[in-house]
C-alpha cells in the first residue's frame, strides 16, 4: 500500500497533461486526493477515505453522489494507493458475460497472488439478479469493489451486497468549491475567464453543484473573444434542465422537502419545492394529489376546509390544464402552509388500526345489536339500548366497545384551530359519561 501523501512523479510525467484536444474536464482531473474539492469529509486530513488508506485495509466501497462530484475521480485515485490491478467497467454498457469475464481473469489473477479492484460506474443500473454475481466474489477476496451511484444506495442495491461494502456520500460542489475548479481552469488556459462578476456567479450556480459541468462551461466561454454578461452567458452554453428525474431519488428528496415546510407552516419554503418539482417536469396531478394528502394528513379537523380548497385547485387544474392550473395549486399549497396543524385524526386512525388487529373478532356489546328475531332478543341483543336522542343532553354515555375490551382513547385533538371546538364537545361528553356511569 503507498502512502496516501506520496507523488507518483513517474507516472506523472509520462502523461500528456498538455494534450489540449482532451476536454477541459478530463485534463484537469485530480490525479492525487489534495487535489480534490468539496469533499474535505471524505479527502482531508482526518476524512473517512484518508484514514481507510492510511490504514493499509482496502474494502469494498460505493461512493454515493451527485453528478460532477468526483465519484470516478476518486475511483482511479484509489487505484494509486494500493497493489491491486484496476479494472472499470460501466453498468450501463455491461452484461452478465461481461462481469464473468472480469471475474474470471480476476480469479486468474487471485490465483498468480495480485488481487482486483473493480471499479463500476452507475452499478445500480444492474438488476438485482447481476448484483447478486458480485456478491461470492467479494466474500471471498476475488475482487474489491468500488461502486459509484448517483441514486441512493439502500434502495438500488442488494441488501446482501450493501452489507459487503462501505458507503461514502460524496457532496454536491459547493460555490467555493467550484470556484477553485474555475482558477484551475484560468491556470491551465493561462487567462482569465472572459465573464463579468455577475456572469461567473451565474456560472456557478448553473453548474448546479456539478463541476465536470462547470469546466465544460467554462471551456465554451474562454473560447470567446470577447467578455460576457450573464445575458450573454445564457445564450451561449444554454440553462440546462435541472437536475431532477421523476423516477429517481431527487424526486422523493423534493416532494419530502415540500411536505415538511407545510408541516412546518413555512408557504414560502413550500412554493420554493412546489415550483422545483415543476421546472424538473413533474405532474402536477402528482403535486395535486400530494397536497391533498398533506391536507388530510397534517391538517386534518384543525381546518375541515383544506381538503376541500385542495380538492377544488385539483378540479381546477384538471378543468384550466397547464400552466393556469398550476396558479391554483399554488393557491392551495399556501392555504395548507398556513392552516392550523394537527395530525390527530391521522394518528387516531393508526391506533386505531393497530388496536382492530390486535383484537381480533371481539363482538361489538349486545345491546347495540339489532334485533330482529325473537332468537336474538331472547339472546340479550338490544337489551337496554338506549337511544341518544331521548335523552335530555342528546348523548346517552353507552359503552359501544366490546364488553372484552377497555375503552381506549384513539382521538387527542389539539386545542387548535376547529378541533379547540371538537375538544370542547368531548371534554362534555366524557363529564356526562362519568356521571352516568
Known amino acids: 500500500m503507498v502512502d496516501l501523501f506520496q507523488k507518483d512523479t513517474a ?3 509520462n502523461q500528456s497533461e ?3 484536444t482532451r476536454p477541459l474536464a478530463d485534463r484537469l482531473r485530480p490525479k492525487t486526493l489534495d487535489e480534490v474539492v468539496g469533499q474535505d469529509h471524505l479527502v482531508g486530513a482526518n476524512g473517512t477515505l484518508s484514514k481507510l488508506i492510511k490504514s493499509g485495509r482496502m474494502v469494498s466501497l460505493v461512493f454515493w453522489g451527485p453528478p460532477g462530484c468526483g465519484k470516478t475521480t476518486l475511483a482511479r485515485i484509489l487505484a494509486q494507493h494500493t497493489d491491486l490491478h484496476f479494472e472499470q467497467i460501466s453498468a450501463i454498457f455491461s452484461g452478465v458475460a461481461d462481469l ?4 474470471e481473469s480476476a480469479r486468474i489473477r487471485k490465483q498468480n497472488g495480485k488481487g482486483t479492484l473493480l471499479f463500476v460506474d452507475e452499478i445500480h443500473r444492474f438488476n438485482k439478479s447481476q448484483q447478486d454475481a458480485f456478491l461470492p466474489v467479494v ?4 475482487i474489491t469493489l468500488v461502486g ?5 444506495p439502500s434502495f438500488e442495491l442488494n441488501a446482501a451486497l450493501m452489507s459487503r461494502c462501505q458507503v461514502m456520500v460524496l457532496k454536491r460542489l459547493d460555490d467555493e468549491a467550484l470556484e477553485k475548479l474555475l482558477a484551475r481552469a484560468e491556470e491551465e488556459a493561462g487567462t482569465k475567464l472572459p465573464v463579468d462578476d455577475a456572469a461567473r456567479e451565474a456560472l456557478k450556480a448553473m453548474a448546479d453543484g456539478d463541476g465536470r459541468y462547470a469546466l465544460t462551461m467554462a471551456e465554451q466561454v474562454f473560447a470567446q473573444n470577447e467578455e460576457l454578461d450573464v445575458e450573454g452567458l ?6 440546462r434542465a435541472p437536475l431532477y428525474d421523476k423516477s429517481d ?4 428528496n423534493l416532494i419530502s422537502a415540500l411536505h415538511k415546510s407545510v408541516r412546518g407552516s413555512d408557504p414560502d419554503a413550500a412554493l420554493y419545492w412546489f415550483a422545483r418539482m415543476l421546472a424538473g417536469g413533474e405532474d402536477p396531478r402528482f403535486l395535486a394529489r400530494r397536497i391533498t394528502r398533506m391536507a388530510n394528513e397534517d391538517i386534518g379537523l384543525a381546518d375541515p376546509q383544506a381538503v376541500q380548497h385542495c380538492l377544488v385547485a385539483w378540479d381546477t387544474y384538471e378543468r384550466l390544464g397547464s400552466p393556469e392550473g398550476e396558479l391554483a395549486l399554488a393557491q392551495a399549497l399556501v392555504y395548507v402552509a398556513t392552516a392550523p396543524k394537527s395530525n390527530a385524526v391521522y394518528t387516531a386512525y393508526k391506533t386505531a388500526l393497530r388496536a382492530a388487529n390486535e383484537t381480533g373478532s371481539l363482538m361489538p356489546p349486545k345491546h347495540i345489536l339489532n334485533a330482529p328475531t325473537k332468537m336474538m332478543k331472547d339472546q340479550g341483543y338490544s337489551d337496554g339500548y338506549q337511544y341518544d336522542h331521548d335523552t335530555p343532553e342528546g348523548f346517552s354515555g ?3 366497545f366490546p364488553d372484552e375490551m377497555k375503552r381506549p382513547q384513539f382521538y387527542s385533538p389539539p386545542d387548535r384551530g376547529f378541533e379547540r371546538d371538537i375538544n370542547k364537545r368531548l371534554s362534555y361528553w366524557q363529564k356526562l359519561r362519568d356521571q352516568k356511569s
Do not use: I, P, R, W
Open 11 to 13: 507516472v506523472a510525467a
Open 18 to 20: 498538455g494534450d489540449s
Open 100 to 103: 464473468k469475464k472480469v471475474f
Open 139 to 142: 466474500e471471498d477476496g476475488t
Open 148 to 152: 459509484a451511484t448517483t441514486e441512493n
Open 234 to 239: 445564457t445564450a451561449l452554453v444554454n440553462k
Open 249 to 252: 431519488d431527487g424526486h422523493y
Open 398 to 400: 353507552q359503552n359501544y
